[in-house]
């Protein structure tokens, strides 16, 4: 069972930067996808961003140009360096990982944009 546990989430104000963390309980050798998601209340969770086993990296258009996802494979950890915050970025934001056998989600980490 792999667990994923968030970090670097909290308040910061507009026009800021975090850097968010993902640990994997394991290495992770093999995957169909990386990526985050976020959540803020009253509404569905959204893509955010994504690396895929093929080396492909895609982001929502809402924060292209600011935020960058990135994965230290020695460490199997991933990031998501996000830059230019926007009072409308406030959310949860989720790691998720997608294998041939599962999907896993982490529990979340809390990111509050003030203006």
């Known amino acids: 069972q792999v667990q994923l546990v968030e970090s670097g989430g909290g308040l910061v104000q507009a026009g800021g930067s975090l850097r968010l963390s993902c640990a994997t309980s394991?290495?992770?050798?093999?995957?169909?996808?990386m990526g985050w998601y976020r959540q803020a209340p009253g509404k569905p969770r959204e893509f955010v961003a994504r690396?895929?086993?093929?080396?492909?990296?895609t982001y929502a258009d809402s924060v292209k140009g600011r935020f960058t996802i990135s994965r230290d494979n020695a460490k199997s950890t991933l990031y998501l360096q996000m830059s230019s915050l926007k009072p409308e970025d406030t959310a949860a934001y989720y790691c998720?990982?997608?294998?041939?056998?599962?999907?896993?989600w982490g529990q979340g980490t809390q990111v509050t944009v003030s203006s």
């Open positions: 394991v290495i992770i050798f093999s995957f169909n996808e």
């Open positions: 690396f895929t086993s093929r080396g492909v990296t």
């Open positions: 998720n990982l997608i294998t041939r056998s599962a999907n896993y």
